[in-house]
């Protein structure tokens, strides 16, 4: 068949949809939902206007916790579903795991660790490698630029890196396994969630308020350490809403997930997992589980961590002799490092020979202008660089000189405001670039 990329315009965030053939069938990736909204959720309706023939979502990836990533998943799912459409499985952050089975089967005992590790942490005025690695996100303000592993996150993980654990096994099986519950926790999961569905929602947002009461009481008369340690409490509570809903949308719908973790790839820099020679990862380690009984520090820490733009996951779809490759980057820079790059990421060894799509890097915001110099080098030709979402004060550079660029949503020229969905086919195994759509935009080629 002929690859079609699509980049869906949101009122908020980015998605992008690829249609594509694997092992000779026609196989749809979704990568990243927006922000959330009340009402009709907008990317299932971007979908039915961009491509009305699809009702199954192959792979549905969401590359890392941020709001106009990963937050527009929270209702997607149970829309695009009850309206008769399908999705095989989940690809999620490998960091979420530690929030399973709780997170289904006792939300109460998940928020109770959130906050047991961020008091342990607190207790520890978070100093060492912790502090160096939850000193704030990559946007430039943080305190350091070490980029240390937590070992202690890492090492809950290590024994779950089994590579195929998934081809052998029913897809109920799959999900259970992937959810970390047995089959008999499954079958009683499903026959409550309707009725448990306002309380997992209760629990939050209850939670959310006690912490946001208790970080207002420590605001001005308590060590800065303390105050910082409250704000990653929170980030992580909002981590846990996140999957809570992904969860109960995997259980209803039967849609098993499979887990992708940074922290592994962070220590031993060889990524692993996903699909052979099709969709595999670039900076992550594919686990066969969520990790059993993690301690109340690596619920906190795990969770928190998920949030660093340098955690995004990265995706390839391989270039084959028949269709041609896409990087899907999320909001990597392709590289260690917070404050700046300090070591960049291996990319595949067999570089593409033809041109690849390549959607623009953190909404092509130059703070990861860096992604471009590692692409550029590894890659054929210039990719065709597509960039969606993003804000108004957001500052580009690297991405204005790039050969090939386009934008789905666009705030910075002129003062306006463009929002148009960009398609990009393939003709034989090239990607074909098309003229563009409406009215032109003065610094797009």
């Not at 749809?28 to 699809?54: E, F, K, M, Q, W």
């Not at 220590?267 to 670039?282: M, N, Y």
């Not at 980057?329 to 917070?338: T, V």
Request: charged share 25%.
């Amino acid at each position: 068949m002929s690859s079609r990329f699509t980049a869906l315009p949101l009122p908020s965030g980015e998605a992008f949809l690829l249609e594509t053939d694997y092992k000779g069938q026609d196989f749809v990736v979704l990568v990243d939902s927006g922000r959330r909204y009340a009402g009709t959720n907008p990317l299932v309706t971007a979908i039915h206007d961009a491509a009305p023939h699809i009702d199954r979502i192959d792979v549905a990836i969401c590359t890392h916790q941020d709001a106009d990533h990963a937050n527009g998943f929270r209702t997607f799912a149970d829309q695009w579903c009850g309206n008769g459409n399908t999705i095989g499985e989940f690809w999620l952050p490998g960091r979420w795991a530690v929030g399973f089975p709780s997170v289904l089967t006792n939300p109460i005992g998940l928020v109770t660790q959130i906050r047991e590790g961020a008091e342990s942490a607190e207790n520890r005025r978070l100093v060492g490698e912790d502090r160096e690695r939850l000193g704030r996100d990559q946007s430039g303000h943080e305190k350091t630029d070490t980029l240390a592993p937590l070992s202690k996150v890492t090492d809950a993980f290590r024994e779950y890196a089994v590579p195929d654990w998934y081809e052998d096994i029913s897809r109920e099986d799959r999900l259970a396994t992937s959810l970390g519950v047995s089959a008999d926790q499954l079958s009683e999961l499903r026959a409550e969630i309707e009725e448990t569905d306002s309380y997992h929602d209760d629990v939050f947002r209850v939670a959310e308020v006690s912490f946001r009461s208790l970080l207002r009481s420590w605001l001005f008369d308590e060590p800065y350490e303390r105050i910082e340690v409250s704000v990653r409490a929170l980030q992580a509570l909002d981590v846990a809403k996140s999957i809570s809903s992904i969860a109960r949308a995997a259980l209803r719908w039967s849609i098993p997930i499979r887990w992708f973790d940074f922290g592994l790839f962070e220590s031993t820099e060889k990524p692993s997992g996903g699909i052979a020679g099709f969709l595999k990862p670039i900076c992550s380690v594919e686990l066969s589980r969520p990790p059993v009984n993690p301690s109340s520090d690596v619920v906190f820490l795990a969770l928190a961590l998920s949030r660093q733009n340098v955690e995004s996951l990265v995706f390839y779809r391989v270039e084959n002799s028949r269709e041609p490759g896409v990087l899907f980057l999320g909001d990597s820079r392709l590289s260690f490092g917070l404050a700046s790059p300090k070591k960049d990421f291996e990319m595949p060894a067999v570089s593409p020979v033809r041109q690849i799509i390549a959607t623009a890097a953190h909404h092509g915001s130059q703070v990861n202008d860096h992604a471009y110099e590692v692409i550029n080098q590894w890659a054929s030709g210039s990719p065709l660089y597509i960039r969606n979402g993003g804000e108004h004060n957001q500052t580009l550079h690297e991405f204005h000189r790039q050969a090939f660029r386009r934008c789905a949503v666009c705030r910075e020229c002129a003062g306006r405001r463009t929002s148009r969905r960009v398609v990009v086919g393939s003709v034989g195994n090239e990607w074909s670039w098309p003229p563009l759509d409406g009215a032109p935009c003065p610094r797009t080629n």
